[in-house]
């Protein structure tokens, strides 16, 4: 008997997956120049928008308020979340399947969600801090300061942080000894989770439980913030200025709502075999669409950012 659980252990380590495949969209694959092109125009321009909010808001001390500086918190995330898939997503339509170790994969899933988790973080906060400005202008200045704000960017991380890397560890203790395509562009832990040999119910249930915390929890602030928005700009006397409160709010919900939508509908349910074929389109909603509206919505229409934009264009001139 003994002998036998010795060779089982044996065959299993032989056996233990050291890579994945991942898999991409390869009914489209045909069109793969197309779609790498597409994809590396949006990803090169959500990069520079992103990279440009952070850059004139820590250039230019006016732009140094609560407001701003949680904004390039939610640049930088940006930047580094779809910097995080959206390389290996240009390889795979440029050379079809690629392969990627165990620890990359893993590395991949952690920083993914990790990232992930302080956008939506980051916008609740963003959220508290307009419901603030917008409904408590009086208190603001002595609520919503600078050593304030820091302090829930630096919360946001640290949760995010806490939350994501005990769920990793956990995935990264089950077994894999069996199938290693994963059908994503990138390592989803759901789609792990699925090709793991181990039972994996309590890991799914403790996947399921973190990922619904992050989202609705960071939800319900953010609804509550601008139920309120829109009561306050519902009592507001002129018919101009709420029209424009209205348009600006109305932006800020559509990118929410796309967020929220995809983010429910790929990682909210209990089993993970109801969305491994219907996942990858929904991804690319957080992972392209959004990331390039953020940069616009959030802050290049605003005016105070323009008006920074033209004086550091000023700048350059008058040294040229």
Same mark, same amino acid.
Request: with cysteine.
């Given at each position: ?12 380590? +032989? ?28 990803? #090169? ?10 850059? @004139?808001?820590?250039? +230019? ?21 779809? !910097?995080?898939? @959206?390389? /290996? ?14 620890? +990359? ?7 993914f969600l990790f990232l992930g988790a302080t956008i939506f973080f980051l ?6 801090? $307009? =419901? ?32 994501? !890397? ?33 039972? !994996?119910?309590? !890991? ?10 992050? #989202? ?18 519902? $009592?507001?006397?002129?018919? /101009? ?25 790929? =990682? ?31 802050? #290049? ?18 040294? /040229?």
């Open positions: 008997m003994a002998n036998k659980m010795d060779i089982m252990t044996k065959v299993r380590n +032989d056996t233990t997956v050291q890579e994945f495949i991942l898999e991409g969209f390869p009914a489209v694959q045909h069109l793969g120049n197309v779609l790498l092109l597409v994809h590396l125009l949006a990803y #090169l321009a959500s990069v520079m928008g992103n990279m440009l909010i952070i850059t @004139i808001t820590w250039a +230019d001390h006016r732009l140094q308020t609560p407001m701003y500086i949680l904004l390039s918190s939610f640049s930088f995330c940006e930047c580094g979340f779809i !910097t995080t898939v @959206i390389p /290996k997503l240009l390889v795979i339509f440029l050379l079809g399947r690629q392969t990627i170790p165990f620890a +990359d994969c893993l590395t991949q899933a952690f920083s916008m609740a906060a963003m959220s508290f801090d $307009r =419901y603030l400005a917008i409904c408590k202008p009086l208190h603001y200045p002595s609520i919503m300061n600078l050593r304030i704000c820091f302090l829930l960017v630096v919360f946001c991380y640290a949760l995010s942080f806490i939350i994501i !890397t005990g769920l990793v560890v956990k995935v990264s203790q089950l077994s894999f000894c069996g199938p290693n395509v994963i059908p994503h562009f990138f390592c989803d832990l759901g789609s792990l989770i699925h090709l793991s040999c181990s039972d !994996t119910r309590s !890991t799914e249930i403790l996947a399921f439980g973190l990922i619904s915390f992050i #989202l609705f929890s960071s939800l319900v602030v953010t609804i509550i913030a601008y139920s309120n928005i829109v009561v306050t700009i519902m $009592r507001l006397s002129s018919a /101009k200025e709420r029209q424009k409160a209205f348009s600006t709010c109305s932006s800020h919900l559509i990118v929410l709502s796309l967020m929220y939508g995809s983010c429910v509908f790929i =990682y909210v349910k209990p089993n993970q075999m109801d969305r491994l074929d219907s996942n990858k389109e929904a991804a690319l909603v957080n992972t392209v669409v959004t990331p390039l509206l953020n940069p616009v919505i959030y802050t #290049l229409r605003n005016k105070q950012v323009h008006q920074a934009l033209r004086d550091a264009l000023f700048r350059v001139n008058l040294h /040229k």
